[in-house]
């Protein structure tokens, strides 16, 4: 099945700047915000500038540059809000919800980076 692209989801708004963001990074291909409900201590969305819907799209049809500028905004933004293991951080956890099983909310491909608490374990048993 093609991708659909929803042009009104709220992070295309975003994009276009029809509405307000805090944004943490910007870069050529990507940009980076708080969540506005946040739900750790540290809870950044990051997203490829592209109209992608979700990772699998991303991943199957972003450019080399635009995947590599998105994994390299991601790396900066753990490295900076001071979570990254390999600076000597505690930790975090990535997420990018897809799709209806994965309880998407905005049809537009992100990825939270969660941290600054204890995440518990990855999911509740079913
Ligand atoms: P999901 O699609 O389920 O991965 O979740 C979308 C996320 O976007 C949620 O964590 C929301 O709190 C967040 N969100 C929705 N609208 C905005 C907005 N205008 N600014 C920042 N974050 C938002």
Do not use: W
């Not at 943490?24 to 750790?40: G, K, M, S």
């Not at 819907?53 to 080399?64: L, R």
């Not at 600076?87 to 491909?109: C, D, F, K, T, W």
């Amino acid at each position: 099945m093609p991708y659909d692209y929803d042009q009104q989801n709220i992070f295309a708004k975003i994009l276009r700047g029809e509405i307000p963001n805090r944004t943490v990074r910007e870069t050529e291909h990507t940009l980076a915000f708080e969540d506005i409900r946040p739900q750790a201590p540290v809870h950044v969305l990051v997203i490829p500038k592209g109209a992608y819907v979700n990772f699998d799209h991303f991943g199957a049809e972003a450019t080399e540059a635009e995947i590599v500028d998105f994994t390299r905004v991601v790396a900066a933004i753990c490295a900076e809000r001071g979570v990254a293991p390999g600076g000597a951080g505690e930790g975090y956890r990535l997420i990018s919800n897809s799709g209806e099983s994965g309880a998407q909310e905005v049809p537009h491909m992100h990825v939270h980076i969660l941290g600054g608490r204890g995440l518990g374990r990855m999911l509740e048993p079913a």
